[in-house]
């Protein structure tokens, strides 16, 4: 069984930058493909952001690339998001995901993780 606990949110004004952290509770850390996601009230979960377990590849939705940074910490046990050039639709439930056996041509979809944070509220205001 693997924990997720993310940490890092609050309230921002445009332009501004936050890094998300998330905390896992997982014996074979380095094994695991770890994601981001998010979410606003009635919308789908969005993809964000995923670093795969090999290589250390790391892949981006469209509307975050260029402006978000996800990195690990394998040693730590730690997934960040680094987020730059905050806007006002960047504000969501930010949740971390982890699952070992994730495939590539799945790696931005919700149903490939089997473990998830509790959200993490971001709100970039006006």
């Known amino acids: 069984q693997v924990q997720l606990a993310e940490s890092g949110g609050g309230l921002l004004q445009p332009g501004d930058s936050l890094r998300l952290s998330c905390e896992a509770s997982?014996?074979?850390?380095?094994?695991?493909?770890l994601a981001w996601f998010r979410q606003a009230p009635g919308k789908e979960r969005e993809f964000v952001a995923a670093?795969?377990?090999?290589?250390?590849?790391?892949y981006y939705g469209d509307s975050v690339k260029g402006r978000f940074t996800i990195s690990r910490d394998n040693d730590k046990k730690m997934v960040y998001l680094q987020m730059k050039s905050l806007r006002q639709e960047d504000t969501e439930v930010y949740y971390c995901?982890?699952?070992?056996?994730?495939?590539?041509?799945?790696?931005?979809?919700?149903?490939?993780?089997?473990?998830w944070g509790k959200g993490n509220r971001v709100t970039v205001g006006s």
């Open positions: 995901a982890a699952d070992s056996q994730v495939i590539l041509s799945s790696i931005s979809s919700p149903g490939a993780y089997d473990y």
């Open positions: 997982a014996p074979t850390f380095r094994s695991y493909t």
């Open positions: 670093e795969r377990r090999s290589y250390g590849h790391t």
